[in-house]
């Protein structure tokens, strides 16, 4: 069975490419805009807006602090379409067994130090490995409970 963190990574992967694209250093509005050769004065009258609000958007798309609305607007207005996506640093799946992995790891640490002080330690490092990774693919059936403690 294909867990959602597969499928989502997979669909991602085809996306990899794209989030690999710098955005141009004045910003796409202004970059299609021009390469279109349009004026923002024509933008905005085909976004029913002023001229000056062209003049904002573009300096708000290069700052970082542009609305998704107002790019949505702009790219409709040149004939394009706004895509959004998160792009991991590393397939979701990953995170998920690396993150299982602290957690049964913390948690099997707490129960040895436990046992140790009732003189019961485990000396078989197998069996450690074992068990930390039992414990990592529990904690993969309701990921949820990798994300309570934030360490």
């Known amino acids: 069975m294909v867990t959602a963190s597969e499928q989502l990574d997979r669909r991602l992967s085809e996306l990899r490419p794209l989030a690999d694209a710098a955005r141009p250093v004045r910003g ?19 976004m029913k807006v002023h001229q000056p609000r062209i003049v904002e958007l573009e300096k708000a798309e290069t700052k970082g602090n542009i609305t998704m609305q107002s790019l949505e607007r702009a790219a409709e207005a040149l004939g394009c379409r706004v895509v959004y996506v998160l792009m ?26 436990t046992m140790r002080l009732e003189a019961q330690g485990v000396d078989d490092e ?11 693919d529990e904690l993969l059936r309701r990921p949820a409970r990798l994300w309570d403690d934030d360490r």
Not at 28 to 46: D, F, N, P, S, Y
Not at 88 to 113: D, G, H, M, W, Y
Request: net charge positive; proline share 4%.
């Open 28 to 46: 796409w509005i202004r970059a299609v805009r021009e390469t279109l050769g349009m004026t923002t004065g024509q933008l905005a009258k085909r």
């Open 88 to 113: 991991p640093l590393k397939p979701l799946t990953t995170t998920l067994q690396e993150r299982a992995l602290q957690v049964a790891e913390r948690q099997l640490s707490s129960v040895e130090q």
């Open 126 to 136: 197998e069996q450690r490995k074992r068990t930390r990774q039992r414990l990592a």
